[in-house]
């Protein structure tokens, strides 16, 4: 049987959405669903990022580009699941990339007989969470994107496969965050393939014992103090 594939994604313009629908099409992907959900407000206040990988006002809502794609676009929150149910069923959908989403809950996880696709800009278990980058720094962890099938816990489940960054001394934390980003599409393109070619994934158990939380400003300055070293460090060993 083809693969029918389902996104989740976000009803408003953003960078990894538009760039993971344009990888599924890139590969011939065709039966798509796009289940997109609403922007709300957060109840608790976000670290404010460090960087931005592109004016994200600038890019095609995701609507637009299902559009020009002929990909089915759906708006629902994420853990609707008698709608998801609906579409997925009419789709035959069997596996699932995320490309913007919170937490999927696991009677959604389970819609998916193959299951959900996460890509993660760190090492698993290591730098599960928020704050990966500052999570890699504090632990002295490699420099990785992993891409994995989630479970009911937050970035855990089953890993698929990893991508390494080259790092070097002179790097700045946007170069780094950067090229995480750009491993994680990297990822995406090799699990495309996979899934045109209705090729079966090589796994391994992710063993989580927590989820490392949200840092505050002052724990993230405190990580970066070590950032001189963990670069120096894998610079030369990639």
């Not at 089953?158 to 790092?167: D, G, H, Q, T």
């Amino acid at each position: 049987m083809k693969n029918s594939v389902t996104v989740f994604a976000y009803d408003f313009r953003h960078k990894k959405t538009y760039d993971i629908l344009v990888g599924l099409h890139l590969c011939g992907i065709k039966n798509i669903l796009v289940i997109a959900a609403p922007k709300v407000e957060l109840n608790h206040k976000m670290q404010k990022k460090t960087f931005s990988l592109t004016n994200q006002d600038n890019l095609a809502h995701p609507r637009d580009i299902c559009k020009q794609f002929s990909y089915n676009y759906q708006v629902c929150s994420h853990d609707n699941v008698t709608e998801i149910k609906r579409y997925t069923l009419k789709s035959k959908s069997n596996i699932a990339i995320i490309s913007g989403a919170r937490i999927i809950k696991k009677n959604i996880i389970d819609l998916f007989s193959y299951g959900v696709i996460n890509y993660h800009p760190g090492p698993l278990p290591e730098t599960s969470g928020l704050d990966s980058i500052y999570w890699m720094i504090k632990k002295n962890v490699r420099p990785l994107a992993s891409a994995h099938f989630i479970n009911s816990k937050v970035d855990a489940g089953e890993l698929i496969e990893e991508c390494w960054i080259a790092v070097n001394s002179d790097d700045t934390l946007e170069i780094v965050e950067n090229s995480l980003y750009l491993a994680q599409l990297q990822l995406h393109k090799k699990i495309c393939k996979k899934i045109a070619n209705n090729q079966t994934f090589k796994t391994k158990t992710i063993v989580r014992p927590f989820k490392n939380s949200l840092m505050t400003k002052g724990q993230r300055e405190l990580s970066l103090k070590n950032f001189a070293n963990w670069k120096n460090y894998y610079s030369k060993i990639n």
